[in-house]
T-cell receptor, first 114, second 109 residues
């Protein structure tokens, strides 16, 4: 186990609704990254938080937003859900921003949008 | 064109076989490379980092060719437990991981 936890494990929503996903990073890790993995694809980078500040964002619309708390846990919020938002959402924690720092992934939240 | 491209497979090999996966990347600014393993419906886990000098870990060998923008993973003496999806990953100075779509490996008895 990586020590990274995510909640909930599964979620079903309908189009237009809003959702909040949560991630607790591994102890001592101050960086959290969020990824979206559609079926049959590799994970795609959504954004990264370092010490409570956004530190880079992938090609996702503004309705994907997030934040990081002082204890370095993080939330991903998605507004106005669309069918294509159905995916596995993964968070990964790491210590600092060095490229060689391993990112440890949580088990993911599987979101289904109907 | 995707930044990291892999053959999706599946590669179906018998136990004990040697299998090689290849991956190409298009962003010459990519500085770090990795192979991740992902089991069905599980999270990705780091298998190994990839260096220009080559990197070996037991039955696994990874190689990076910067001139050709090409990364490889060799698995010797395949085990049933090696069945999984192998993700080729690059990272540039922005620290985000850029994943390929993955190559599926099935090792049969």
């Amino acid at each position: 186990e990586t020590g990274v936890t995510q909640s909930p494990t599964h979620l079903i929503k309908t189009r237009g609704q809003q959702v909040t996903l949560r991630c607790s990073s591994q102890s001592g890790h101050n960086t959290v990254s969020w990824y979206q993995q559609a079926l049959g694809q590799g994970p795609q980078f959504i954004f990264q938080y370092y010490r409570e500040e956004e530190n880079g964002r992938g090609n996702f619309p503004p309705r994907f937003s997030g934040l990081q708390f002082p204890n370095y846990s993080s939330e991903l919020n998605v507004n106005a859900l669309e069918l294509d938002d159905s995916a596995l959402y993964l968070c990964a924690s790491s210590l600092g921003l060095a490229q060689y720092n391993e990112q440890f992934f949580g088990p993911g939240t599987r979101l289904t949008v109907l | 064109r995707k930044e990291v491209e892999q053959d999706p497979g599946p590669f179906n090999v018998p136990e004990g076989a040697t299998v090689a996966f290849n991956c190409t990347y298009s962003n010459s600014a990519s500085q770090s490379f990795f192979w991740y393993r992902q089991d069905c419906r599980k999270e990705p886990k780091l298998l190994m980092s990839v260096y220009s000098s080559g990197n070996e870990d037991g039955r696994f060998t990874a190689q990076l060719n910067r001139a050709s923008q090409y990364i490889s993973l060799l698995i010797r003496d395949s085990k049933l437990s090696d069945s999984a999806t192998y993700l080729c990953v690059g990272s540039d100075s922005s620290y985000k991981l850029i994943f390929g779509s993955g190559t599926r490996l099935l090792v049969r008895p």
